[in-house]
């Protein structure tokens, strides 16, 4: 019996051995996203909770890591959502699309983060939105598909928003850690 | 564009800057899912998530708002409530005819 049908049965082991498969990959994911190691150790438990009881939501058994992805990163972006009268402006998303240029190609960024300063600290300097795709893409190196797919947004915005995430990332390192926010 | 060996170059460089934090609380998440103790039962089924359907809920207490709204005014018995003038001061006509019959009496 395979991992995702023991957890559907409750069996304790089972969600341990979750826990110590995707715990530490969950839980620097989370501090990539909200910054505090606290608070991100607090939604990875949440998530797992979540996950534990709403193990029969899973479909796909083979896509369990990609689902207590989905579950944390949503967790991470409850916590870190906050009021803006932007969010009035739907059309405002719309918007990005117009400025899809690469400014800076990954390379850029390696190299200048092994000069100067960690890249975890300039991730943590992005915005939000940037953050997000940044952690996704390079971190657990999804695809820009299944990346639309965490964070339910077209590919095109994906696309976008790592365009300017490394623009923003590369000046970051550039200038060795100024506030973005 | 996106080039797939600098992809890996820097998921290596998160791994490794990242690579000191560990999840610990397996035992936060197993006393969630499988209490043991009283304690632990007690407070899972008191922080236990409910979700209240808003648009019922809303629906019923503003049925109840304006149903007590509605009693409230019909227990006026019809009675007109109006200021009057009596002797240069103005007063709630139904005040001054308490007032006045508790006097008479």
């Known amino acids: 019996m395979d991992l995702v049908d023991r957890l559907r049965l409750g069996e304790e082991e089972a969600l341990v051995q979750v826990m110590d498969n995707y715990g530490d990959l969950l839980l620097r994911t989370a501090i990539l996203l909200v910054k505090d190691s606290f608070l991100a150790e607090e939604i990875v438990q949440d998530s797992f909770v979540i996950a534990f009881q709403k193990i029969d939501q899973l479909k796909e058994k083979e896509k369990l890591k990609s689902w207590l992805i989905i579950i944390v990163a949503n967790g991470c972006r409850g916590k870190m959502r906050t009021w803006s009268w932007k969010n009035i402006f739907l059309f405002k998303e719309d918007n990005e699309e117009e400025h899809l240029v690469d400014e800076a190609n990954p390379e850029d960024v390696v190299m200048i983060g092994f000069k100067n300063q960690s890249i975890h600290k300039a991730i943590h300097q992005l915005p939000y939105k940037y953050r997000e795709v940044i952690t996704l893409f390079y971190f657990h190196e999804l695809s820009i598909t299944e990346t639309a797919n965490v964070i339910k947004e077209k590919e095109n915005t994906v696309k976008t928003r790592l365009a300017r995430g490394r623009t923003l990332l590369k000046e970051i390192l550039q200038k060795g850690g100024e506030n973005f926010d | ?105």
């Open chain 2, 1 to 105: 564009m996106i080039d797939n060996k600098q992809q890996k170059e820097l998921k290596r460089q998160l791994d490794s800057e990242l690579s000191h934090f560990s999840f610990t609380k397996q035992g936060g998440v197993l006393s969630k899912t499988h209490p043991k103790t009283w304690s632990e039962k007690v407070n899972n089924w008191w922080n236990k998530e409910i979700t209240i359907p808003l648009l019922p809920v809303g629906a019923i207490t503003v049925l109840l708002l304006l149903t007590a709204g509605m009693i409230l005014f019909s227990n006026d018995g019809g009675q007109q409530v109006e200021l009057i003038e009596r002797g240069g001061n103005i007063y709630w006509s139904d005040m001054y005819e308490r007032k006045v019959g508790a006097n008479e009496s």
